[in-house]
């Protein structure tokens, strides 16, 4: 990341709504802990994923009116094992324990937790007794995903089963308090009803009326936008993607025109973005937008380059500078308005303690803020992806643009192996424009998390009419997921496969072979550098 190190960080704005029903999600380092708090926002309420070890002031700050405990890796009786904070009792509200937490609500209550080296793990089917609020309205028999080794072996005073499967028999228990334990992870979709559960939890048990909406957190937005921006200008930089667009839209709505966008084209953007982008904005939208013209600057910067890290360096280095000259001559501009989103925040909190294994410096243009003395507003700060594309379809954000399949900030330059030249960065972006258009018309845009062609650094033998030929090998990518930290290879059609290589080979000059990608991430990556 070009951070300069000297550089004091930039002050964090304070913009987002905190006076709605709020859930705490404790994590104790499990897999899925965002996912659940996904599920809990899918089901219109504002949640919180916190590590379990918080800083109890900032959580009781919430005010809670329930706490989700996630699973975990540990073993409730290793030593130093995360536990339940005094303040989760403190607070007197509904608490959830999912397969771990559930395991730490009994042994910190008076129950027993049987260890075991043997891990259950996979579907099962729990029957519940038809007594719990939290089976409310679903069917005696559920399919469940099971993934646990160590299990409740002695409920806590006051508790009592309330479902059982083959493998536990405690598959869920309900204790006094509104205190709840499910051994299987109702977040997963392997656990089908699982959703229904857990609205279960906030609706029934805890009573919540579902208050988080698009709508409400529009108007708590824009309201903190203005108090906190005042007469200043805000400049906000549009990648083309939804992020930034949303957050455009959301200012836009606040401070009307003292936002001004600024729109980079670096020459690594896929066909006709940049005109989509004019057209969505100043056209549909009517907010002001600078156009910058950089490609050349960008693609002067690459030359002879072709380590993936180093490239995400020049272009982010780059952008920082033709963003600097092109925001000096503005007058009054005192905010920079970034499209930070909540898993953004979680990662480079460290819930899940890894934020300093940088697999790829995602995050290219860090140090803007700082450097040019501007303060941050990041509205979309604590919202996931499907909230975001809410939220811009509720600023009637058109379609096209709300699901609009992510964009790497270094473009097509980490979409071409080694040199991104001008000449591969233009078969690139010709490959994927078939790949892309091919996939619309089969009407598979919508399925998928991202699509795209790779200009490989392989070369290979072809045969051509009578000709031998050596020419690029395209590498075909399309992935399904839910959010981008994992992701599964698509299986599109192969009629599909097929029209989009032949295409490409017939239409794309010095490309003689197209493969598909058939890996998932992980153990890949979605890009392939
Ligand atoms: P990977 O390749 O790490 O990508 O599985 C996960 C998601 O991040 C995008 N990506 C980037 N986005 N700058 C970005 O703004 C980058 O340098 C970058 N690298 C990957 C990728 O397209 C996918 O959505």
């Not at 939220?391 to 096209?400: I, K, M, W, Y």
Request: net charge negative; with cysteine; hydrophobic share 40%.
């Amino acid at each position: 990341m070009p951070t300069p190190e000297s550089a004091p960080a930039a002050p964090r704005d304070d913009v987002h709504p905190t006076s709605h029903e709020t859930i705490v999600v404790l994590d104790f380092g499990a897999q899925y802990a965002m996912l659940i708090a996904r599920r809990v926002r899918e089901a219109n309420v504002y949640c919180e994923l916190l590590p379990w070890d918080v800083d109890p002031q900032r959580a009781r700050a919430l005010t809670p009116r329930g706490v989700i405990l996630s699973g975990g890796p540990a073993s409730v009786y290793e030593p130093g094992a995360p536990h339940i904070p005094d303040w989760v009792w403190e607070l007197e509200v509904p608490v959830l324990g999912i397969c771990y937490g559930m395991q730490a609500l009994a042994r910190q209550l008076g129950g027993a937790v049987a260890l075991s080296a043997v891990r259950e793990y996979g579907p099962a089917t729990v029957e519940h007794d038809g007594t719990s609020p939290l089976f409310h309205g679903l069917p005696r028999r559920l399919e469940v995903w099971m993934s646990h080794g160590d299990k409740v072996s002695g409920l806590p005073p006051g508790f009592r089963p309330v479902a059982q499967s083959e493998g536990s028999p405690v598959a869920a228990m309900e204790g006094p308090g509104g205190r709840y334990g499910l051994q299987f992870h109702p977040e997963v979709a392997h656990t089908p009803l699982g959703r229904e559960l857990l609205r279960n939890f906030l609706y029934e048990v805890c009573g919540l009326r579902g208050d988080w909406t698009p709508g409400s957190f529009i108007d708590e937005t824009v309201s903190a936008v203005r108090a906190r921006v005042g007469e200043a200008g805000v400049v906000c930089a549009l990648s083309g993607g939804v992020d930034s667009a949303v957050t455009a839209a959301l200012i836009h709505r606040a401070v009307a025109d003292r936002l001004v966008c600024v729109f980079v084209d670096n020459g690594l953007l896929r066909r006709g973005e940049r005109e989509e982008v004019e057209q969505a904005f100043r056209r549909h939208m009517g907010i002001p937008l600078v156009a910058v013209d950089a490609a050349a600057r960008f693609l002067d910067g690459l030359r002879g380059i072709t380590d993936p890290e180093r490239k995400r360096k020049v272009i982010g280095e780059t952008f920082i500078r033709v963003f600097e000259e092109t925001v000096a001559p503005m007058r009054g501009v005192e905010f920079l308005a970034q499209g930070t989103t909540y898993p953004d925040v979680v990662e480079s909190a460290g819930v899940h303690g890894n934020a300093t294994a940088v697999i790829k410096s995602h995050h290219n243009v860090g140090g803007l803020p700082e450097r040019m003395h501007l303060k941050l507003v990041e509205p979309l700060r604590t919202l996931f992806k499907d909230e975001v594309r809410r939220v811009g379809l509720a600023l009637g954000l058109p379609e096209d643009m709300v699901f609009r399949h992510p964009f790497p900030g270094p473009g097509l330059a980490v979409r071409v192996l080694g040199e991104a030249s001008p000449e591969r960065v233009e078969v690139a972006r010709e490959a994927d424009a078939i790949v892309m258009e091919e996939v619309r018309a089969a009407g598979l845009y919508g399925a998928l998390w991202q699509t795209f062609a790779v200009l490989t650094n392989a070369r290979s033998v072809g045969v051509m009419g009578d000709y031998r030929t050596y020419g690029h090998v395209i590498a075909v990518r399309a992935v399904t997921a839910e959010d981008a930290m994992t992701a599964d290879w698509a299986r599109l059609p192969h009629e599909t496969l097929a029209r989009i290589a032949q295409r490409i080979v017939n239409e794309v000059p010095g490309v003689n072979r197209v493969v598909y990608d058939i890996t998932s991430k992980p153990p890949s990556t979605i890009e392939w550098e």
